[in-house]
């Protein structure tokens, strides 16, 4: 399996301009999950779907950003209009029932943006 | 709510040291527990795990025993090699209303030096 893919690795973007994250998750898994990475938070879980579905938004820091997941294979997370403190690594995941019963969580190679 | 605590990093050790990483938790129920890796570069992925008490999980010479009675979580390796480098992540589900979520501790960065 190819794993989880996530596009793009790394993007460059103004203060004000809107970045949109990709992620595939694995095949077959019904749970994708949305984190964020930065020195000074550590790992924040932003969003979670399960079968398509939001379960739990809590984590999206404002309404600046937002996420879909239109279907099983696809996700995309949005940020409009960008800051440089959403200056951070995101990672996409996904899993079969999620971290129920000892479930792996399987990560993306995450990516990396910087907005200046 | 639920949470992991993790000991402050970072970590510097010798090859071939022994290492131990202390974790705890807070949960309601019984969790089940993980520990995740990172290594430079790369996204997390799964280390061991445990999913009830006592149990023991293993994996590429590390082990970490599941004790309810201390909500403890310990991360240990007899001798650690400069491929360990990384940052180590514990985490648990606690099932119920959290779904299929994992909680997070803060990470602990270990260097192993030659």
């Known amino acids: 399996d190819a794993g989880v893919i996530q596009s793009p690795r790394h993007e460059v973007t103004e203060m004000g301009q809107e970045v949109t994250l990709r992620c595939k998750p694995i095949s077959g898994h019904d749970y994708l999950f949305w984190y964020r990475q930065t020195m000074m938070r550590g790992l924040e879980l932003l969003i979670y779907f399960n079968n398509n579905v939001p379960i739990d938004d809590s984590g999206m820091p404002e309404d600046r950003f937002s996420a879909k997941m239109p279907n099983a294979s696809f996700s995309t997370l949005k940020i409009q209009p960008s800051e440089p403190r959403d200056s951070a690594v995101y990672f996409c995941a996904s899993s079969i029932q999620g971290a129920l019963s000892g479930n792996t969580i399987y990560f993306g190679e995450g990516s990396w943006l910087t907005v200046v | 709510g639920d949470s992991v605590t993790q000991m402050e990093g970072p970590v510097t050790l010798s090859e071939e040291a022994f290492l131990t990483i202390n974790c705890t938790y807070t949960a309601t129920g019984y969790p089940s527990l993980f520990w995740y890796v990172q290594y430079p570069g790369e996204g997390l992925q799964l280390l061991l795990k445990?999913?009830?008490?006592?149990d023991k999980g293993s994996n590429k010479g590390f082990e970490a025993t599941y004790r309810k009675e201390t909500t403890s979580f310990h991360l240990e390796k007899g001798s650690v090699q400069v491929s360990d480098s990384a940052v180590y992540f514990c985490?648990?589900?606690?099932?119920?209303?959290?779904?299929?979520?994992?909680?997070f501790g803060q990470g602990t960065i270990l260097t192993v030096h030659p």
């Open positions: 985490a648990l589900n606690a099932g119920g209303t959290s779904y299929g979520k994992l909680t």
């Open positions: 445990a999913t009830k008490a006592d």
